[in-house]
C-alpha cells in the first residue's frame, strides 16, 4: 500500500493507514489519525464512497486540525477514522450504489450494516489508546452509512450524527420525487461514480447550458443505450427497471428498515438543510421513523439549519444571496455537535439540546423546540388559490367552474434555474450554481403564460409557517398525465430601505412536485382522466419560516421544472423512462378555485404580534 503521507517528528498526531478486514475476507482502507496525547481516546468514524484519502485536507501541515481541515476544528480530543466503502478507492471487494440490505435484493451475507459493525469491532480491539467508545457520523452518502450502522449498533457504537442522509430514493430524495425523476441528477451521478470506482469520472458534455443539451437528449433508456455501459454502470438499470414505487425502493427506504428495526436505539443527532438541493426528504423521514421508537424522549435530536446540501460543515454566514447575520453553521457546530458528542463519548456535562432545534429562515435566528415537524403552538391553517391570481386565508365563494388555465409545451419546458443551467458536478465555471438553486429568485419566471401565480394581500403580523405542508389541487387536463409543481414563496416588500438589495425578492420556502399518474397509489401508475376536475395531493417539504409584515405569501403552480426532472409527455405511456418524441404534447390544464373545489394548502402556523 503507498503511503500517502510521511510521519514528521513535530507532528501532533499519529497517521495509521490500515486495511480492516471484514466478515466475509474483504478488506477496506482507512485512514485512522489520532492525537499525540496520553489519555485513552474515543473515536468519530465517518465510511464514504468519496475517497478517503480526501479528508486529509492539507497532507503538508504538522498540526492535527490543519490537517483534516477547518470543518471539524471544533471537534477536540478525538481520534478520527476515515474509510472507503467496499470497491471505492483504496477498498477491496465490488462497490455497488447505494447497496441494498442483506434481503431480497442482497443475497450476500454482508452489506453497510456488517461493514460497519466489522469496522468498530475491529478499531475497538486494535486502535491503540482508545477509550472504547465510537461515534459515526457522515453527509449524504456518508449519512445513508451512518444511518445503515443504526440497523444493528455495535455495542461500542455510543452516538451518530447523519447529516442530510438519503433515505428513500424514489419519495423524495436523490432519484425522484413523487415519481418524477431527477434525470440529468441520477445520469450525471451514476457516470461520474461507476464509470471508474476508484476516481470521479464527470460526464463531458458537448454545451455548456444543459437546458439546451437536455432538451434534446434521449430517453432515460436511450441515453442509457447512448453513453453508458451496462456493466459498469449497473444502477442505471435500477432506475430503468423501477420507474414507480415497486418492492425494490419500499425494500431500501431507510426510514421503514428504521421503524420496523428492535435495535437498540444509541442517542443520535439528525442534521437537515432547508435548502438541502439534494436530500430534502431524507433527514425528516429518518427523525420520524427513529423518533417512533424513542419512547424516553431521550435518544433521538432533530436539527435543521438555513442550509444547501452538507453546508452544515463549512461557513454558513449565508447561502446564496440569504444573509443569515450570523455563522449558523459554525453556531450549531460549537453550541450543539461538540456538546452533543463530549457527553456520550467522553462522559461531559449534560449536552443541554432541545429535543429539536431549528433556524427560522425567515427571523433568521434559531429556535429550540420540543417537538417536530408541529410545535404546540401550531394551529392547521389552509391558504387557498382563488380568482383574479389572488391567494387568500378565507375559504373561496367562487361558483364552480372558476379556475385559471395555462398551456403546458414539452417543447419548452420552465427551466428550475436562470440559464444557462450549468451541470451539477465539477462545472468548471460556477460549482455553486447547482448548490444555492433554491434559494433563487423566483422572479424569473413570474409572468410566464405557463406559471400560474397567486398573491395574497401584505402580511400584517408575523405569520410562523412550521414543519409540515400538503397542496392539494384540484385540476383537469387535455392531457391523460401531467406534472404538478407547486411552490410557496416569500415575497420580500417592493423598496425595502434596510435591504434594498433583496427588494421585491421571491425567495421559495418549500417546492416540490408531483407526477399526476400517481395520483391514487405509488405503485401502479394509471392515465389520468381528461377533461375531469381530479384532486392532486402534493407533499412539500418542510420548513421554518417567519413571512415578515410587509411581505407577501405567494404560490406558484406549473408543470416542468426542467430539467431538474424529466419531461411529462403529456400522454399516458407505460414507462416515461422510454418515452418517444411523438409521445409528447402540449396540453392545457385547469386550476380549479371555487368553493366546489377549493386549491389550497394546508400547513401548520404560528401567528404572534411583531418582534
Known sequence: ????????????????????????????????????????????????????????????????????????????????????????????????????????????????????????????????????????????????????????????????????????????????????????????????????????TPFPFSQYDAYAWWLGAPSPVGIGRRYLDEGRHRFWNVLMDNPSYSRYWQSTAVDRLLCESDARLIPTLIVHGFFDQEDLYGPPAA????????????????????????????????????????????????????????????????????????????????????????SQCAHHRCVYLAPQGLLSWNVPTASAGAADAYVSDPAKPVPYQPRPIRRIFSDELNDEAWRVWMTADQRFVDGRPDVLTYISNPITVPITVRGNIIAKLFAETTGTDADWVVKLIDVFPDLDPADPEMSGYQLMISGDILRGRYRRQFERPEPIASNEVLEFTIRLPQVNHTIRPGHHLMVQVQSTWFPLYDRNPQRFVPSIMDVKPADYQMATHRIHTSATHPSRLEMWVETKEAD
Not at 452489506?111 to 472504547?132: C, F, H, K, S, Y
Not at 451518530?160 to 440529468?184: E, I, K, Q, T, Y
Open 1 to 200: 500500500m503507498s503511503v500517502i503521507r510521511e510521519a514528521n517528528p513535530d507532528d501532533d498526531f499519529d497517521l495509521l493507514e490500515v486495511m480492516i478486514p471484514m466478515r466475509d475476507g474483504v478488506e477496506l482502507h482507512t485512514l485512522i489519525v489520532r492525537p499525540k496525547v496520553e489519555d485513552p481516546l474515543p473515536m468519530l468514524l465517518l465510511r464514504t464512497p468519496y475517497d478517503a484519502d480526501r479528508h486529509l485536507r492539507v497532507k503538508q501541515r504538522t498540526r492535527l486540525h490543519s490537517v483534516i481541515g477547518a470543518r471539524l476544528a471544533e471537534l477536540q480530543g478525538y481520534i478520527f477514522v476515515f474509510q472507503d466503502v467496499r470497491g471505492r478507492h483504496g477498498s477491496g471487494g465490488v462497490f455497488e450504489l447505494n447497496r441494498p440490505p442483506r434481503g431480497p435484493f442482497n443475497a450476500s451475507g454482508t452489506d453497510e450494516t456488517t461493514d460497519a459493525w466489522d469496522t468498530v469491532e475491529w478499531l475497538i480491539r486494535n486502535v491503540p489508546q482508545n477509550n472504547g467508545r465510537a461515534a459515526i457520523y457522515g453527509t449524504s452518502y456518508d449519512g445513508w452509512t451512518a444511518l445503515m450502522a443504526l440497523l444493528d449498533p455495535h455495542p461500542a457504537l455510543k452516538a451518530a450524527v447523519p447529516v442530510s442522509p438519503l433515505v428513500d430514493g424514489w419519495m423524495g430524495d436523490d432519484w425522484f420525487h413523487n415519481g418524477a425523476f431527477r434525470f440529468p441528477y441520477a445520469f450525471e451521478y451514476v457516470y461520474h461514480m461507476e464509470s471508474d470506482p476508484k476516481k470521479p
Open 287 to 374: 427523525y420520524a421513523a427513529l423518533k417512533s421508537r424513542d419512547t424516553a424522549n431521550s435518544f433521538i435530536y432533530f436539527a435543521a439549519g438555513p442550509w444547501c446540501h452538507g453546508q452544515n460543515w463549512e461557513a454558513g454566514e449565508r447561502t446564496g444571496p440569504m444573509a443569515w447575520t450570523q455563522d449558523a453553521g459554525r453556531r450549531w457546530r460549537e453550541d450543539d455537535l461538540a456538546p452533543f458528542l463530549a457527553h456520550y463519548l467522553k462522559d461531559g456535562p449534560a449536552h443541554k439540546l432541545a429535543p429539536v432545534t431549528v433556524f427560522n429562515t425567515g427571523l433568521r435566528r434559531w429556535e429550540r423546540l420540543h417537538c417536530w415537524p408541529q
